[in-house]
């Protein structure tokens, strides 16, 4: 059975600093396209950064030069990590899974294994 677990969310005032971890089990993870999205009340799932199974990484714009997204293979672990946050960021963030040859997809539909969410809360 395919499991992510999101940890790693919580408060932070704006400016501040957030690193979110996705732990991974029951699939061949290496190989697997990774990413995080994020949902506010009321507003569509959005993709926020992706990385391939060679670990090359894609962003959107609105967290470009902001947010860092990594894996450890051998932990299983999938990291999100996120500096200058906004309040405009505030939001429930998900991991998830998509096959390998969707590469560094950003779209929602492509992703077939999601977690559970962790909670991000900025204030201003």
């Known amino acids: 059975q395919v499991q992510l677990v999101e940890s790693g969310g919580g408060s932070v005032q704006a400016g501040g600093s957030l690193r979110l971890s996705c732990s991974v089990s029951?699939?061949?993870?290496?190989?697997?396209?990774m990413g995080w999205f994020c949902q506010a009340p009321g507003n569509k799932r959005e993709g926020g950064a992706a990385?391939?199974?060679?670990?090359?990484?894609r962003y959107a714009d609105s967290v470009k030069g902001r947010f860092t997204i990594s894996k450890d293979n051998a932990l299983k672990t999938l990291y999100l990590q996120m500096n200058s946050l906004k309040p405009d960021d505030t939001a429930m963030y998900y991991c998830?899974?998509?096959?390998?040859?969707?590469?560094?997809?950003?779209?929602?539909?492509?992703?077939?294994?999601w977690g559970q969410g962790t909670q991000v809360t900025v204030s201003s």
């Open positions: 990385i391939d199974s060679s670990g090359t990484t």
């Open positions: 998830a899974a998509a096959p390998p040859w969707y590469r560094r997809t950003l779209s929602s539909s492509d992703y077939n294994y």
């Open positions: 029951g699939y061949t993870y290496s190989t697997y396209c």
